[in-house]
């Protein structure tokens, strides 16, 4: 949810497309996960924490109850938006949300935080081995990154089989365009961070489990809302509606969602593999 530098807003292609639709609608089914993960990572003392493609506040929320002191930015002002809405009602003066670039946090002083989170965020920047250097940045020396990252291929992965299906019904990408997915890979991963002046033993990997759950949607309920506000499927509808492919597209999402449904009633929990990584300082 975080794309290039601020200074180019109106002709920014990923601001567009996570401005696009709601993704606070998305994000209401992965409350649950967002605060089982804060509870993993064992905060037992007032961090300062930076989290990174922060949304509405799906861990920022969780963390700021912690009593952490939070910074949220997100490249989508409506995001934005809404998160301060959501800290404000909580009562939660330690949590602020603003604006900015993964590949540039102009503003943000060196050796900031504690703890610099991306969960799902700074994945889908266009310049990994600026988003690397710059979490390497803002983080304090002895203090850790981590971020959630979807695998791609990844067969227990309800999301990087969503963004796969989409990808085929969607134009093809722009020249230079390097994909989120390579978050997700070993060698990547070393790579980025090797760039900025981490060594390998310092990072570990390992897979974990983030869930969308809803007690009473359906997962064709789910497909129509990823269609209606998540930005790559909706680029994917829209491109499937023009060449006549809609239903096929509809149809490929709905059985994916069905098989990957664990809800033994009505509702859905669908489990989506994704790698953990985690950078000590």
Known sequence: MINQA??????????????????????????????????????MSALKILDLGSGDGTTAIP???????????????NLVEA????????????????????????GVPDHSFDL?????????????????????????????????????????????????ISASFSPPPPEGFVSPMTWGMKAYI?????????????????KDTYNFISPNKTPEDLIELLGKFYGPTMNAFEAASKNGKLEELSAQLIELANSQNRSANIGISI??????VIVDL
Request: glycine letters at 10%.
């Open 116 to 164: 610099t989170l991306s969960i799902f965020g700074a994945m889908f920047a266009p310049n990994p081995f600026d988003v690397a250097s710059e979490m390497v940045r803002v983080t304090k020396p002895g203090g850790r990154i981590v971020m959630g990252n979807w695998i791609p291929n990844d067969p227990s992965s309800f999301v990087s089989q969503l963004l796969k």
């Open 63 to 77: 963390l700021a109850r912690t009593g952490a002191e939070v910074l949220g930015i997100d490249i989508a002002k």
């Open 83 to 106: 998160g301060n809405r959501r800290a404000k009602e909580e009562g939660l003066s330690n949590l602020k949300f603003k604006e900015g670039d993964a590949c540039n946090l102009e």
């Open 6 to 43: 601020l200074g180019s807003r109106t002709e920014n292609p990923n601001k567009i497309l996570w401005e696009k639709g709601d993704f606070t609608e998305i994000a209401s089914l992965m409350r649950q996960s967002g605060e089982e993960l804060v509870t993993h990572l064992g905060i």
């Open 190 to 206: 070393m790579d980025y961070f090797a760039k900025a002046g981490v060594k390998a033993e310092k990072i570990s990997l390992l």
């Open 271 to 276: 489990p989506a593999t994704f790698l953990r």
